[in-house]
């Protein structure tokens, strides 16, 4: 499947590149990006494994992660979607698509995270027509919690990855959509 491009007020969502290497590396590079998701500062090999990572999603499964763009200036600020990373959690995870987000500082606090989850919960919706879909985090990162919650997410339990713990959060599709 190719990667469809989908646009907010704001962001455009576009299909990730090995031209994007630079700006990837650099997100996850940063300490406060990663404070809630690892802890650590990932390196450029990281990175780069991420990258293909994304791109090979959407290769083999159809659906993928999106780099996230200022629609203005075209600034890549961070990167949003769906995977199945088949994690070794304990409890598993149900079989479902994992969403996750992550943004680069300068892009914090500005409603930015809630415009691109929105958008790509609303194309899973009408394209993929999951029944359910799941997300994890930190216990202690309220802010992506809250970001869930705005989609329909709901605590649905606590488990364990990497001997951390993590709070896991579903999402039913909504009937009328």
């Not at 994007?20 to 500062?41: N, S, T």
């Amino acid at each position: 499947m190719t990667t469809p491009t989908l646009q907010t007020d704001r962001l455009i969502l576009r299909p990730h590149g090995v031209e994007d290497f630079d700006e990837v590396a650099a997100l996850w590079a940063d300490p406060q990006v990663v404070k809630y998701i690892g802890g650590a500062p990932n390196s450029a090999e990281q990175s780069w494994a991420r990258l293909l990572r994304y791109i090979g999603h959407w290769q083999a499964l159809g659906f993928g992660y999106w780099a996230v763009c200022d629609r203005e200036s075209g600034e890549f600020l961070g990167e949003v979607g769906f995977a199945n990373y088949r994690r070794e959690i304990s409890p598993p995870l149900p079989e479902v698509p994992e969403a996750g987000w992550v943004l680069a500082t300068k892009a914090h606090g500005r409603g930015l995270a809630s415009e691109a989850v929105g958008c790509i919960h609303h194309w899973a919706d009408q394209v993929q027509h999951w029944p359910q879909t799941v997300a994890i985090f930190a216990p202690e990162h309220a802010a992506s919690q809250q970001v869930a919650a705005k989609q329909g997410y709901q605590t649905s339990g606590e488990a364990a990855y990497f001997d951390e713990k993590i709070l896991v959060m579903s999402r039913q599709r909504s009937a009328s959509v």
